[in-house]
């Protein structure tokens, strides 16, 4: 569990930080820049460059990645200067800087929207730090971090919550109000961070631009929309995270280069290298992730531990095309359509598939998780107990990577594999079968699948745990929104579906409405 080393550091403090330039205690930074981005009437207004927050990401034992973005106009192209502007950063063991262990300046360039991506080192593992940013007088707020444990180290749990789909116009971030309240080590995103539609929604937290966007500049102003708001801005600044995308965060159902409608390839990777360019300038990302064009790495692995390791995977950027629908009559006899069985098709690509195979064979950890976008286990979609059907932008798409991955689950005996995904806006649990046909065989992996933050909206809430006749491995079905919270332990792993009464009003209680456990050595989950 996470050691709290400042228990007033309250939401208040996340949401507005600490400001003028005597409190960072050192000499005004000159000839920055940042003053031409004030509003030049008398008198002079003081321009705040931090108004979409602070986070923080990727932790390691020695370190964490800090990052903000100047924009003191954020919906307007940012208000900056067209040149590099200097921007300090300090780390500090308490939340008053009286001990500052790590400090230094770095350029926020013009061509990456003056985002700045600070890889901080020489810290100590498991332990909280707190951090800011300052350009010319301006302080930012400032975040709390947490570095994981030494590699191998010898820990007794850690708490984190897992998320995704967030759609802006959909409802209000009352899972983030509630979210920074929670004791937690980590934050996982696991994609549709932003939407690229045009959508307006009922509450007055429409898109901006108004259209689906498609430049860099309208990437940018759509994430930059996201990050203006509060709750979000205090559940950054509260917690290391680890993210993600899905497909929203481009365009819808994309596969690699093949776009939803059909659009020529070059274009469609032009549009991809401007969304990937401004998902990197607004995430907490290595400059490992620094895309190059239309490609981007994002596939990684973090370890807490001897615990549990940490594979994020990216199932949108290598995925072979989605499998055209096929009549019932074509199906093959396990409910498959053809071309879903076709052994060419990937879900991750050559190079990421073997990465993730090798890292589950050789984990020393006593959890092995996958943080991935959409649905794992198989799911029969075909109302008739008599005829089978399956879905082609999840995993039952791509049933042959999917198999290799189960396959060597099973031959090297690998333990305490569990796989958390977002994407389809409801709360699951499924035993994962060894295969895509025998839904009745013991597990050999667990799926915790987490709702949406708002995307869908209110809707007629549906909680279910009777079996499903067509799919006796899935044990929980529910549409609250919220997230998922996780405890893992040497013996057990604790899966708490949070769900909160509503995302159309700025403020919501939150409650637990079920908890999944999975006891260590035993693939499967039971409730709790």
Not at 132 to 156: C, M, N, Q
């Amino acid at each position: 569990m996470s050691d709290r080393s400042s228990p007033h550091f309250s939401r208040r403090t996340l949401l507005g930080g600490v400001t003028g330039a005597a409190a960072l205690g050192v000499t005004a930074l000159g000839g920055s820049g940042l003053a031409a981005a004030r509003a030049s009437s008398s008198p002079p207004k003081v321009v705040d460059p931090f108004t979409l927050g602070v986070a923080s990401g990727d932790p390691l034992p020695d370190g964490v990645v800090l990052w903000t973005r100047l924009a003191p106009d954020p919906l307007n192209g940012g208000g900056m200067p067209t040149r590099p502007v200097p921007v300090q950063w300090q780390v500090a063991t308490d939340e008053r800087f009286a001990t500052i262990v790590r400090e230094g300046t770095v350029l926020a360039h013009p061509e990456s929207a003056h985002s700045v991506h600070v890889e901080v080192s020489g810290l100590q593992p498991r332990r909280e730090y707190f951090y800011r940013f300052r350009a010319e007088s301006e302080l930012s707020p400032v975040g709390r971090t947490k570095t994981a444990p030494a590699l191998g180290a010898p820990i007794d749990a850690v708490t984190f919550s897992f998320l995704s789909c967030q759609n802006f116009p959909a409802g209000y971030y009352t899972a983030y109000r509630n979210m920074v309240d929670e004791d937690l080590d980590l934050v996982i995103h696991l994609g549709d961070y932003i939407y690229e539609g045009p959508s307006q929604g009922t509450l007055g937290r429409g898109h901006l631009p108004e259209v689906e966007v498609r430049s860099l500049a309208d990437y940018r102003i759509r994430h930059a929309q996201y990050k203006t708001d509060a709750d979000l801005q205090a559940a950054h600044a509260a917690f290391p995270w680890l993210v993600t995308w899905d497909d929203h965060e481009v365009e819808n159902n994309y596969a690699d280069e093949e776009s939803d409608p059909d659009t020529p390839p070059a274009q469609f990777l032009a549009r991809r290298a401007v969304a990937y360019q401004a998902y990197y300038e607004h995430m907490p990302l290595r400059r490992s992730s620094m895309p190059t064009g239309p490609d981007m790495t994002l596939y990684r692995r973090i370890s807490y531990g001897e615990l549990v390791d940490f594979n994020v995977l990216d199932t949108r950027q290598y995925r072979s095309d989605q499998p055209r629908a096929c009549a019932p009559e074509t199906r093959d006899p396990s409910g498959y359509c053809a071309e879903a069985l076709d052994e060419g098709r990937t879900m991750l690509g050559a190079r990421q598939r073997q990465w993730l195979l090798d890292g589950l064979a050789n984990s020393p950890a006593r959890w092995k998780v996958l943080a991935q976008q959409v649905p794992f286990a198989p799911m029969d979609q075909d109302a008739d107990l008599a005829e089978r059907s399956f879905g082609g932008d999840k995993w039952d798409g791509y049933v042959a990577d999917r198999q290799r991955i189960l396959d060597l689950i099973a031959q090297r005996q690998v333990d305490n594999p569990v796989v958390i995904t977002g994407d389809v806006h409801v709360n699951r649990v499924c035993n994962v079968p060894p295969n895509f046909t025998d839904f009745d065989a013991a597990p050999v992996a667990t799926e915790f699948i987490g709702t949406s933050v708002t995307s869908g909206g209110d809707r007629t809430l549906n909680t279910r745990y009777d079996i499903d006749p067509n799919n006796p491995h899935l044990l929980f079905r529910d549409n609250h929104h919220g997230y998922v919270r996780c405890t893992l332990k040497h013996d057990q792993w604790v899966a708490d579906y949070r769900v909160v009464d509503t995302v159309e009003a700025p403020t919501s209680p939150i409650h637990t409405l079920a908890s999944f456990a999975v006891d260590s050595g035993k693939a499967g989950a039971h409730r709790t």
